[in-house]
């Protein structure tokens, strides 16, 4: 990488210091080793002083397991195997890139992206980025793996920056997360929870509340974070990163393709059949849950909730994955780039043999956060933040302002949305509810901050696998460059977002249907 010259006003100067800091850590592999390391030191220390909490959910305390005692280290080598295999993004990411691979090596992700480049305006590109890495949380995580590297490639493509257009894809996949115009399995998730807590309130009004209690706010929120993302993309990021050149510290090929080379009538003709190829896949996979008596569609509740909390959802990877192949292997077929199954094979090992470093990564990052939860140090953080906030004796806008703060920095260490809001929506809730406040502005406001800083926190599941996919253009990337690119997305998110809800609450508009901002009990 390779800086151009940039302003070095106070801002600026302040992310060059985040860069330095960060970078000054060791790698990430060996990063992730450590803190599991004190992990165990810190298990050990807090249980020593008997620190412990009530659990917010159940009845009883939780106090904090130390890992090593007899009992802790036999679960270290016991788990240790299993710590890897269950890290979340590590099959995640595996199977979807078995289809992208072939989708890749067999040329179709190029000549498609050459199209896109030569046919969309240029000044489009960096918005289309952020509203589709928003909008991809309705495929759940598999944004993560898609997106950002796609980005850096059309990015690379237009000669400008790869990393501000993995940084913008991120952006929009990660920091966005809890934006989209329809509804997602995040929505059900959420909204169970937020429903269960407020019952211990008011069980009749939580009888109200519904899967699509946020829906309008969160379909705004896709147009004002895509207009967000793309002018910190064009006005702080990419500027800062300067001009890209090719070089030794680039483990890619796309140095040896013309991307701005026109498609050949081969080409040409490879795209239209592994388009038909895509909308006959995106049928046969609709017809998996469109119907009354599709196989993988939910049991209970409407249309609606059928679709939302049914086995498709939570199959999406293997049928993104799918999705890919099939258009990979017609165009490969149609090109000659595929020739028999020994090139399918071959592209798919080439695919995994890339996947190396973000393996090893998964190794180390998988102990981690299994201490971190098998501790109980991630709950006990939580619920001393939720006190904090109780404390301060906050009403009106400074309390919603509060909670969004306080979940924001409990987000640092409690990277999963579904278990941080599993923790704290029995506390806050509650408390919300008796100050006049609905459980439906709570758990928004829960959203809002529990995405904005995902980008920032190396606990974040998937930062592993984004600093692999930056590293194929910078081997020397570290997380505190990492961090340093994406912090501006998460401070102009986190104050745009957050103004937006204030202004959202002022008006009395409600956050979905059948959601005020008020509790009326």
Same mark, same amino acid.
């Given at each position: 990488m390779e800086n151009g010259k940039r302003k070095n006003g106070f801002f600026q100067k302040f992310l060059d210091f985040v860069e330095w800091l960060g970078n000054k850590l060791p790698h990430p592999v060996t990063l992730f080793a450590i803190l599991a390391g004190l992990t165990l030191i810190g298990s050990w220390i807090f249980s020593a002083l008997e620190v412990s909490v009530e659990h917010p959910g159940e009845e009883g305390t939780v $106090? &904090?397991? +130390?890992?090593?005692?007899?009992?802790?280290?036999?679960?270290?080598?016991?788990?240790?195997?299993? +710590? !890897?295999?269950? @890290?979340?993004?590590?099959?995640?990411?595996?199977?979807?890139?078995?289809?992208? /691979? &072939?989708?890749?090596? #067999? /040329?179709?992700? %190029?000549?498609?992206?050459? /199209? @896109?480049?030569?046919?969309?305006?240029?000044?489009?590109?960096?918005?289309?980025?952020? @509203?589709? /890495?928003?909008?991809?949380?309705?495929? %759940?995580?598999?944004?993560?793996?898609?997106?950002?590297?796609?980005?850096?490639?059309?990015?690379?493509?237009?000669?400008?920056?790869?990393?501000?257009?993995?940084?913008?894809? !991120?952006?929009?996949? #990660?920091?966005? @997360?809890? $934006?989209?115009?329809?509804? %997602?399995?995040?929505?059900?998730?959420?909204?169970?929870? #937020?429903?269960?807590?407020?019952?211990?309130?008011?069980?009749?009004?939580?009888?109200?509340? +519904? &899967?699509?209690?946020?829906?309008? !706010?969160?379909? &705004?929120?896709v147009f004002v974070l895509t207009l967000v993302g793309w002018f910190v993309s064009d006005k702080i990021v990419e500027p800062r990163l300067g001009k890209f050149t090719l070089g030794a510290g680039v483990d890619t090929d796309e140095e040896e393709e013309d991307y701005m080379a026109p498609l050949t009538k081969l080409e040409k003709r490879g795209l239209l059949l592994a388009f038909i190829s895509v909308i006959i896949g995106l049928i046969l996979a609709a017809s998996l849950v469109a119907f009354p008596a599709s196989p993988m569609r939910g049991d209970e509740g409407s249309y609606l909730d059928t679709i939302i909390q049914s086995p498709f959802m939570n199959a999406l990877v293997p049928i993104i994955a799918i999705l890919f192949f099939i258009p990979g292997l017609v165009y490969g077929i149609v090109t000659r780039s595929i020739k028999n199954d020994k090139d399918v094979a071959n592209q798919m090992t080439k695919t995994m043999a890339g996947m190396g470093m973000f393996i090893v990564l998964a190794f180390t990052a998988g102990q981690f956060v299994a201490y971190f939860n098998e501790s109980n140090l991630g709950l006990v953080i939580g619920v001393y933040g939720a006190d904090l906030l109780e404390n301060m004796n906050l009403t009106g806008i400074p309390l919603i302002v509060g909670f969004v703060l306080v979940t924001a920095f409990i987000n640092l260490f409690v990277g999963s949305a579904s278990a941080k809001w599993a923790m704290m929506a029995p506390i806050f809730i509650p408390i919300m509810m008796q100050l006049g406040y609905s459980p439906e502005l709570t758990t928004m406001a829960y959203r809002v901050a529990d995405s904005s800083t995902n980008i920032i926190t190396p606990l974040m599941t998937y930062f592993a696998i984004i600093i692999a996919f930056a590293q194929k253009y910078d081997r020397n990337i570290g997380i505190g460059t990492l961090i340093s690119v994406m912090l501006p997305y998460s401070i102009f998110f986190l104050v745009v977002w957050s103004l937006m809800l204030i202004v959202w609450m002022l008006t009395g508009l409600p956050l979905g249907p059948n959601a005020p901002i008020h509790y009326p009990g």
């Open positions: $106090a &904090v397991t +130390n890992l090593l005692s007899a009992e802790g280290i036999n679960y270290i080598f016991l788990n240790m195997t299993d +710590n !890897f295999i269950n @890290f979340a993004p590590l099959g995640v990411v595996l199977v979807t890139m078995l289809g992208i /691979g &072939v989708a890749e090596h #067999s /040329g179709l992700i %190029s000549a498609a992206l050459r /199209g @896109f480049v030569l046919s969309i305006p240029k000044s489009l590109i960096t918005g289309g980025l952020v @509203f589709a /890495g928003i909008m991809s949380s309705l495929a %759940s995580d598999a944004g993560y793996v898609v997106l950002p590297p796609l980005g850096a490639v059309i990015y690379l493509a237009l000669g400008r920056h790869p990393l501000a257009g993995l940084a913008a894809a !991120f952006a929009g996949v #990660s920091a966005g @997360f809890s $934006a989209n115009l329809f509804l %997602s399995g995040t929505d059900a998730m959420l909204a169970e929870l #937020s429903t269960a807590a407020a019952a211990t309130i008011d069980p009749a009004y939580a009888e109200t509340m +519904n &899967v699509a209690m946020n829906w309008y !706010f969160i379909a &705004v929120s």
